[in-house]
């Protein structure tokens, strides 16, 4: 239990340098290591699959997706963020995490959050028999994610186009 | 075991404090979308954690996958945005896109 809560402290700790650091690239690595010790809490809590999932899309594939993003987009000013704020985040950190205690103390006995019986069998019995429409719904985000980026990488190039441009 | 729950809960609510903080007071659209990684990176905590207090870890982690699935089509499609929006603007400041042009 010790062990976790250390870990849970190193998300927050790396999440918390990843929106405090100035530099785009060294804050996208803070929170792959961020997402690296989440899963690695996710595997000590008898999750193995999403562990992996974790530590290869969300700390590989995003990850490679920020750089490529920030190296695309080079900066030649950098943005002015306000000074004041940042005195501000103690103080509401702390109330903000008062206030869920509290409310969550409250809700304890009336959320019925995943209750009901445990489905029998592994893991790739409940996930392809009984959550198969989710992969559907999986398939076609994936879908739409893909048919986005390529409306938005489409080139303009063709008469007609200028034509309606102009 | 209500009581590692409510921890479990406690660093939850970190995570998505730290995300909607990032969400309200930065200018630059990159760390926007990390405040909004953040908050994902609490919410499958929140999921899987919950499963593991009530022992019913296999829909947690089913749910959790869709989930991730989602987080990246969104990231890919938000960044392609911000993509765009440099090419246009030359700047990545979240005030310059207030200006509203035909």
């Given at each position: 239990?010790?062990?976790?809560?250390?870990?849970l402290i190193a998300v927050v700790l790396f999440s918390l340098l990843a929106i405090l650091l100035?530099?785009?690239?060294?804050s996208?690595?803070s929170l792959?290591v961020a997402?690296?010790f989440?899963?690695?809490?996710?595997?000590?809590?008898?999750?193995?699959?999403?562990?992996?999932?974790?530590?290869?899309?969300?700390?590989?594939?995003?990850?490679?997706?920020?750089?490529?993003?920030?190296?695309?987009?080079?900066?030649?000013?950098?943005?002015?963020?306000?000074?004041?704020?940042n005195?501000?985040f103690p103080?509401?950190f702390?109330?903000?995490?008062?206030?869920?205690?509290?409310?969550?103390?409250?809700?304890?006995?009336?959320?019925?959050?995943?209750?009901?019986?445990?489905?029998?069998?592994?893991?790739?019995?409940?996930?392809?028999?009984?959550?198969?429409?989710?992969?559907?719904?999986?398939?076609?985000?994936?879908?739409?994610?893909?048919?986005?980026?390529?409306?938005?990488?489409?080139?303009?190039?063709?008469?007609?186009?200028?034509?309606?441009?102009? | 075991?209500?009581?590692?729950?409510?921890?479990?809960?406690?660093f939850?609510?970190a995570l998505i404090f730290i995300g909607l903080y990032c969400?309200?007071?930065?200018?630059?659209?990159?760390k926007?979308?990390i405040g909004?990684?953040i908050?994902?990176k609490g919410?499958?905590?929140?999921?899987?954690?919950?499963?593991?207090?009530?022992?019913?870890?296999?829909?947690?982690?089913?749910?959790?996958?869709?989930?991730?699935?989602?987080?990246?089509?969104?990231?890919?499609?938000?960044?392609?945005?911000?993509?765009?929006?440099?090419?246009?603007?030359?700047?990545?400041?979240?005030?310059?896109?207030?200006?509203?042009?035909?």
């Open positions: 239990m010790i062990l976790h809560i250390l870990l100035r530099d785009l690239l060294k996208a690595i792959a997402s690296i989440l899963s690695i809490i996710f595997f000590m809590m008898n999750a193995p699959y999403i562990a992996v999932f974790e530590i290869s899309v969300v700390a590989g594939l995003i990850t490679v997706l920020f750089i490529s993003t920030v190296a695309l987009v080079k900066k030649e000013e950098e943005v002015k963020e306000s000074k004041l704020v005195y501000l103080v509401f702390v109330l903000f995490i008062i206030i869920d205690i509290f409310v969550m103390k409250s809700l304890i006995g009336r959320l019925c959050v995943i209750k009901g019986p445990s489905p029998l069998g592994n893991f790739s019995q409940v996930f392809w028999k009984e959550r198969t429409f989710d992969l559907i719904g999986q398939i076609g985000i994936i879908f739409a994610g893909v048919f986005a980026v390529i409306a938005l990488f489409r080139k303009v190039n063709s008469d007609k186009d200028k034509d309606n441009h102009e | 075991m209500s009581s590692h729950w409510l921890l479990y809960m406690g939850v609510a969400l309200l007071t930065m200018r630059n659209l990159i926007l979308l909004v990684e908050i994902a919410l499958s905590l929140a999921l899987i954690s919950t499963g593991f207090v009530r022992k019913n870890i296999l829909i947690a982690q089913s749910l959790t996958i869709t989930f991730i699935v989602i987080e990246v089509a969104v990231v890919a499609t938000a960044l392609a945005i911000i993509i765009n929006i440099y090419r246009h603007t030359k700047s990545l400041d979240i005030r310059k896109l207030t200006k509203l042009k035909g």
